[in-house]
């Protein structure tokens, strides 16, 4: 049943299938885990990441606080910052919330002298009037 959900991805209906079954069964269920996390690794990998590097940790806890922030209507729009936002922008895309990455480094050095670089590509009238939450 759920390889079936899994292939159905483009179904608009996909993400509250999979966010229902990922809040009542994710910390107990290994099928769901495996489900998100196959989709997760398909989703980083489309956004460039390699699998090996990012690794996904999945909690009742982490898919209550996505549900909740994407559900509860205040945001329409998430900024994923990579690679320690990776999970929750996940979980929040699977929930319907419309999430851009973007990986930002400091590497030990002043903030003044980090970088900035966007993943997802969006422009300025994308993010004007939008409710945003940044995703960390």
């Known amino acids: ?24 069964y994710l910390s107990a269920e290994k099928e769901i885990r ?12 489309q956004k460039g990441f390699s699998e090996k590097r990012v690794m996904m940790f999945p909690s009742a806890v982490l898919v209550n606080m996505a549900f909740n922030l994407v559900n509860g209507g205040y945001y329409d729009l998430g ?8 999970v929750l922008s996940y979980l929040c895309y699977l929930f319907g919330l419309d999430v851009r990455i973007c990986k930002v480094h400091a590497h030990d050095r002043p903030l ?17 009037g939008r409710r945003i939450i940044v995703l960390m």
């Open 79 to 86: 900024i994923g910052i990579a690679k320690g936002g990776l």
């Open 1 to 24: 049943m759920f390889k079936v959900i899994l292939e159905a991805e483009i179904c608009e209906s996909y993400h509250n299938i999979i966010g229902y079954f990922a809040i009542d």
């Open 34 to 45: 495996d489900l998100v996390d196959l989709g997760f690794k398909r989703w980083i990998l």
């Open 112 to 128: 003044s002298k980090a970088t900035f670089k966007w993943i997802d590509k969006i422009h300025p009238e994308e993010i004007a």
